[in-house]
């Protein structure tokens, strides 16, 4: 089944999880960030101080995660989006009143709690639950919500806090939020649509497991999760590092600023291209078999930007990142319901999830620490390659043996033909 086919026979969930994806924006960095020069100025912030809100905030919302996502195995799909929406929508009125420095951190837990975490869970949970034969089409469909909130909301968000000013823009965030969500909850999405895919079966995962309650303890003791871990942790943590000092990388460089506009926007277009490649991909092969490669093209973005100095690596640097970025949301999401089932996906998926933004903290936090102690982008790069570079091998572990016997076997045969030549 093509996208095109796929979209019109599910046309409400796709726009259901693409829409998550996208509102998630109002509670990711890169647009939060856009408020932070507004706050420090009105309640006379430093920027270790307000980093310290963020990053305490950010780590109480990873923690509470695992308890909270877990709960959309047990309550119904559409009340639980209600209820983010309700506490999204708060935290963005909350923020809006802010009438003293303490009121901040507590929005900020709020904004990640329910928008950076709760608002993708919901999403790409829904596409692993819900659809089997298409599920890598559906969670790449799901994600391309993320690059088009990347690339659209940061340019209106600036304009309209130019125009009625920062505190009103969250007033027009917050209604945006719920009424659309609440509206789509309640009146497009049907009984019918939150069936099983037809067709389909819970592939991966111990059938036994699948039987019975999954634990987030027993989940934590498995090969499969500590398979999955250290790619999970580490990504989020480099991309969001580097994300966050993009202007310090650029002055290291001796580029323009200018620049940076311009590679977001490559990152967002190669992001998207390779969500929608993934897809496809992943449902004819299966997740694991692109696993272990593709953070391969992260690792050439590394290099790219680490050893060559014109000021144009910063395209081939965004794009290979997004490359990389896009078609892994889809490969990790489509390899947890591989490894372990459907039923309790969403027990799975907030476990991950919390490593995620817990990771997205302590990536900047880190990257400051080492920047601060003066060793700088000589020693950040150098450090992120050999890391990622462990994590790439480590990640060998998912192939199938069959498919390493049947790649040593067409070697041999390459080799044999090269010989008698």
Same mark, same amino acid.
């Given at each position: 089944?093509?996208?095109?086919?796929?979209v019109?026979?599910?046309?409400?969930?796709?726009?259901?999880?693409?829409?998550?994806?996208?509102?998630?924006?109002?509670?990711?960095?890169?647009?939060?960030?856009?408020?932070?020069?507004?706050?420090?100025?009105?309640?006379?912030?430093?920027?270790?101080?307000?980093?310290?809100?963020?990053?305490?905030?950010?780590?109480?919302?990873?923690?509470m995660?695992?308890?909270?996502?877990?709960?959309?195995?047990?309550?119904?799909?559409?009340?639980?989006?209600?209820?983010?929406t309700?506490?999204?929508?708060?935290?963005?009125?909350f923020?809006s009143?802010?009438?003293?420095?303490?009121?901040?951190?507590?929005?900020?837990?709020?904004?990640?709690?329910?928008?950076?975490g709760?608002?993708?869970?919901?999403?790409?949970?829904?596409?692993?639950?819900?659809?089997?034969?298409n599920?890598?089409?559906?969670?790449?469909?799901?994600?391309?919500?993320?690059?088009?909130?990347?690339?659209?909301?940061?340019?209106?968000?600036l304009?309209v806090?130019?125009?009625?000013?920062?505190?009103?823009?969250?007033?027009?965030?917050?209604?945006?939020?719920?009424?659309?969500?609440?509206?789509?909850?309640?009146?497009?999405?049907?009984?019918?649509?939150l069936?099983?895919?037809?067709?389909?079966?819970?592939?991966?995962?111990?059938?036994?497991?699948?039987?019975?309650?999954?634990?987030?303890?027993?989940?934590?003791k498995?090969?499969?999760?500590?398979?999955?871990?250290?790619? /999970? $942790?580490? =990504?989020?943590?480099?991309?969001?590092? %580097?994300?966050?000092? #993009?202007?310090?990388?650029?002055?290291? +460089?001796?580029?323009?600023t200018?620049?940076?506009?311009?590679?977001?926007?490559?990152?967002?277009?190669?992001?998207?291209?390779?969500?929608?490649t993934?897809?496809?991909?992943?449902?004819?092969?299966?997740?694991?078999?692109?696993?272990?490669?593709?953070?391969?093209?992260?690792?050439?973005?590394l290099?790219?930007?680490?050893?060559?100095?014109?000021?144009?690596?910063m395209?081939?640097?965004?794009?290979?990142m997004?490359?990389?970025?896009?078609f892994?949301?889809?490969?990790?999401a489509?390899?947890?319901?591989e490894?372990?089932?459907?039923?309790?996906?969403?027990?799975?998926?907030?476990?991950?999830?919390?490593?995620?933004?817990l990771?997205?903290?302590?990536g900047?936090?880190?990257?400051?620490?080492?920047?601060?102690?003066?060793?700088?982008?000589?020693? /950040? $790069?150098? =450090?992120?390659?050999?890391?990622?570079? %462990?994590?790439?091998? #480590?990640?060998?572990?998912?192939i199938? +043996?069959?498919?390493?016997?049947?790649?040593?076997f067409?070697?041999?045969?390459?080799?044999?033909?090269?010989?008698?030549?």
């Open positions: 089944m093509n996208y095109i086919r796929f019109r026979n599910n046309t409400i969930m796709v726009i259901f999880g693409i829409m998550m994806t996208a509102l998630s924006s109002f509670g990711q960095t890169f647009l939060l960030a856009l408020y932070v020069p507004f706050i420090m100025e009105e309640f006379t912030l430093s920027n270790g101080l307000i980093s310290t809100f963020y990053g305490v905030a950010t780590i109480a919302s990873a923690a995660l695992p308890k909270v996502g877990k709960l959309i195995d047990t309550v119904p799909m559409r009340v639980f989006t209600l209820a983010t309700f506490l999204f929508t708060a935290s963005l009125l923020f009143f802010a009438q003293a420095w303490w009121y901040i951190p507590i929005a900020f837990f709020g904004l990640r709690l329910a928008g950076q709760l608002y993708s869970h919901i999403s790409i949970t829904s596409m692993s639950r819900y659809f089997s034969v599920r890598g089409k559906a969670i790449s469909m799901a994600s391309l919500g993320h690059p088009i909130g990347q690339a659209i909301l940061p340019a209106i968000i304009i806090i130019g125009q009625i000013g920062w505190r009103q823009s969250l007033w027009l965030n917050a209604g945006l939020v719920a009424v659309i969500v609440t509206l789509f909850t309640l009146f497009a999405v049907k009984d019918k649509h069936l099983p895919e037809p067709g389909g079966e819970d592939l991966g995962g111990d059938k036994s497991q699948t039987q019975k309650k999954v634990r987030q303890r027993d989940i934590m498995s090969k499969e999760f500590w398979l999955l871990a250290p790619n /999970v $942790f580490f =990504v989020p943590f480099a991309i969001t590092g %580097l994300f966050f000092y #993009q202007f310090p990388i650029v002055e290291f +460089k001796g580029w323009n200018s620049i940076i506009a311009g590679g977001l926007s490559a990152f967002a277009a190669a992001s998207a291209f390779s969500i929608l993934a897809g496809p991909l992943i449902d004819k092969y299966k997740a694991r078999a692109f696993f272990p490669f593709y953070l391969i093209p992260y690792l050439i973005a290099f790219c930007v680490w050893l060559i100095s014109p000021s144009w690596v395209y081939p640097y965004m794009v290979l997004g490359l990389s970025t896009g892994g949301s889809a490969t990790v489509a390899l947890q319901v490894f372990f089932g459907q039923k309790y996906i969403g027990t799975v998926r907030s476990l991950f999830t919390s490593m995620m933004v990771s997205s903290a302590v900047p936090a880190l990257f400051g620490i080492i920047l601060d102690a003066g060793w700088g982008f000589e020693t /950040v $790069f150098p =450090v992120t390659i050999f890391l990622l570079i %462990l994590v790439i091998l #480590q990640s060998m572990r998912s199938p +043996k069959y498919s390493r016997a049947k790649w040593k067409k070697y041999k045969r390459i080799k044999k033909s090269f010989v008698w030549r």
